[in-house]
């Protein structure tokens, strides 16, 4: 019994001095320090037992800009015996790391049927900082956003907008707003994102008024297009950015006198 | 001290006089009530000043530009001015003779010096963290066993052994359990899980106070009745003699809370602090043991109890064991904020929710 006891202790213990080992040598990649050996580190605690020192590994990985690990975390981001956190940071390390690398536009687009939000969230991120125009990305979001692409006909305001919805989560359904218009090809996008700016959620509305914006940007032609989305656009919203005016005075005068003031202020 | 006065005043007076009225715990709790919103009120512009005068504030010092949309430099330890408003309010209008209204002041110092010693700490090293969480638990549970050893103790108690040491459940008519001396134990563990519970919820302007004093108003209620004979005999309750001027601190409680919300609503002109939330959550644990109705501050307290749950989950549970989130921010508040709402609107949505949860739990009453 005490030698169970013991080696628990003897685990745990080695477990912390594990932990904090990692928490250093990702403090010091943050920092832009030189760190010995951080290769072959590493390389082993990809495959630590514990999911905490794997998670700082594939941070470290893409603070570092470890391109050789690419093939790794595309594995890990689609292995479900990996915690959230790791298959969330891996999405996004590929986001950095993954150019180049041809697994990682598939595994990204797999990641998008995570069950975890966040990955599903991640991985649209990426794919939209990775992609460039491309009409097979485009129907691969118009399908994990909506239950039926044939909804996007559907005559305008929705009176149940959640029941047209395959994605539930209000923030995956953000990214892959995003990432619908900046891989926007064809006149669909447009049509999903005529439906997303009617969501019940304000934040959605405005990620589609910007993909709407790139939209325009990178898309004249479907100029037409987007000016018949923007004739019907509901712009109420439930949260609001107080300005305090006495803040705004005192940064003019902060401003004017060149940050040289001798008077005290709450700096945020 | 008012109460003995006029009670002394009505005695030797001959014919019935106005100084009658004062006997009544309704009458008394009304002055209660008004007394500690007009303290808050009157006290409160000079004593903000006065902690911005100490610099007992949220903020960080320098220079550079400033968020417009931010609120540091909103002072702190507002709790004072609640504690102080409760205090003076309960000193006039309660019978200090009252065993129950001793043992709620006790509670009120206690809690009032740890909240303090909390907040002075994060006040003096300019930081988020005062005092240790195992500290402030460990003050939480000595508070919670003192508790049980005078509710237990035949000489301090205000209640009878046999019936102090039973466990009641709402909606139930008959004891569910006899703790005996383990009562205590399910004391300390009451008082630091409502305590927190409190504590975690205050995070945003106004949020923590009114749901605080909507649970006293229940417990006000609820000790009126159990002090009644008529009412308690009605409803079915044990007859508690005198803990009717629990009602009246409740009252003085309502009424400091409205006050305090006065200066507290969005955007705060002071935040109550850890004084004010450990020291609110202390005392409705703190009645909650005296009138028996532990178990009740799930249904009235429910937003403490879900806003707790959902902070002990993510923090406890979810981000270091499973590797993931539950919610997208905790406490809830959090979440609903990170979804798109106003502060203000989480707020108010808050607010409509527990009042229904008090209406809810004040069904207990007659549902049994």
């Not at chain 1, 006149?187 to 997303?196: E, F, G, K, V």
């Not at chain 2, 006029?6 to 009225?21: A, K």
């Not at chain 2, 008004?34 to 808050?40: E, G, L, S």
């Amino acid at each position: 019994m005490s030698r169970l006891v013991k080696s628990f202790l003897n685990v745990n213990h080695s477990r912390h001095d594990g932990i904090h080992r990692a928490e250093t040598i990702l403090e010091n990649v943050r920092a832009g320090r030189v760190v010995d050996d951080l290769e072959s580190w590493v390389e082993s605690a990809l495959d630590h037992p514990s999911w905490a020192i794997r998670n700082i590994a594939v941070k470290v990985v893409r603070l570092a800009s470890l391109k050789i690990h690419a093939h790794r975390l595309c594995k890990m981001l689609l292995d479900m015996k990996q915690v959230g956190f790791i298959r969330r940071n891996a999405a996004c390390a590929l986001a950095e790391i993954g150019v180049g690398c041809p697994e990682t536009l598939q595994s990204l687009e797999k990641a998008l049927d995570d069950p975890y939000w966040e990955v599903r969230t991640a991985s649209a991120r990426s794919l939209a900082s990775l992609v460039s125009p491309d009409r097979r990305l485009e129907e691969i979001l118009i399908s994990r956003i909506f239950k039926d692409p044939g909804h996007l006909n559907l005559k305008l305001p929705i009176i149940f907008p959640g029941r047209i919805y395959r994605e539930r989560n209000f923030e995956v359904r953000m990214a892959m707003t995003w990432a619908l218009g900046t891989c926007a090809e064809t006149p669909r996008s447009l049509q999903a994102i005529r439906l997303l700016i009617q969501d019940d959620n304000w934040k959605v509305r405005n990620t589609a008024l910007e993909a709407v914006c790139i939209i325009r940007l990178q898309r004249v032609k479907l100029k037409s297009e987007i000016d018949a989305i923007l004739t019907n656009i509901d712009l109420s919203s439930t949260d609001f950015e107080p300005v305090f005016q006495i803040r705004q005075t005192w940064n003019c005068l902060n401003h004017s006198m060149g940050s040289s003031g001798n008077s005290r202020a709450g700096g945020d | 001290m008012l109460y003995a006065l006029l009670n002394w005043l009505h005695e030797i007076s001959v014919s019935p006089s106005f100084f009658r009225l004062f006997g009544y715990i309704t009458f008394r709790s009304i002055l209660a009530a008004v007394t500690a919103f007009f303290i808050c009120l009157i006290v409160g512009p000079p004593f903000i000043r006065y902690l911005k005068r100490l610099h007992i504030e949220d903020i960080a010092w320098g220079y550079g530009i400033v968020q417009t949309q931010g609120k540091t430099g909103t002072p702190t330890m507002g709790g004072f001015l609640i504690f102080f408003a409760i205090g003076i309010s309960s000193l006039f209008w309660c019978d200090l003779t009252n065993r129950y209204v001793q043992i709620l002041f006790f509670a009120v110092i206690w809690f009032c010096i740890l909240g303090f010693v909390d907040d002075f700490l994060k006040y003096r090293h300019k930081s988020k963290t005062g005092l240790k969480a195992k500290y402030k638990l460990i003050a939480q549970c000595m508070f919670g066993i003192l508790l049980g050893i005078i509710y237990l103790n035949p000489v301090l108690s205000p209640v009878e052994y046999e019936f102090a040491r039973l466990l009641y459940s709402p909606f139930l008519k008959t004891p569910v359990a006899d703790l005996g001396l383990g009562y205590a134990i399910f004391i300390a563990l009451t008082v630091t899980a409502i305590s927190n519970s409190v504590n975690l919820t205050d995070g945003l302007d106004g949020l923590a106070v009114v749901p605080s004093f909507f649970v006293a108003a229940v417990y006000g209620i609820f000790a009126y009745v159990v002090g009644n004979y008529i009412l308690a005999d009605y409803f079915l309750f044990e007859y508690l003699p005198g803990s009717g001027e629990i009602a009246i601190f409740c009252s003085a409680i309502f009424g400091a809370g409205m006050g305090f919300l006065w200066f507290n609503s969005y955007p705060a002109q002071i935040f109550m602090g850890d004084l004010g939330s450990l020291g609110l959550g202390g005392i409705l644990a703190t009645i909650a043991v005296l009138i028996k109705q532990e178990f009740l501050f799930l249904i009235a307290g429910g937003i403490f109890v879900v806003e707790a749950a959902s902070s002990l989950l993510q923090r406890y549970i979810y981000i270091p064991i499973k590797g993931r989130r539950l919610l997208f921010r905790a406490p809830l508040h959090h979440t609903f904020q990170h979804r798109g709402l106003a502060e203000t609107k989480v707020v108010v949505r808050f607010w409509i929710v527990s009042a229904i949860l008090a209406l809810i739990s004040l069904s207990a009453l007659k549902i049994r």
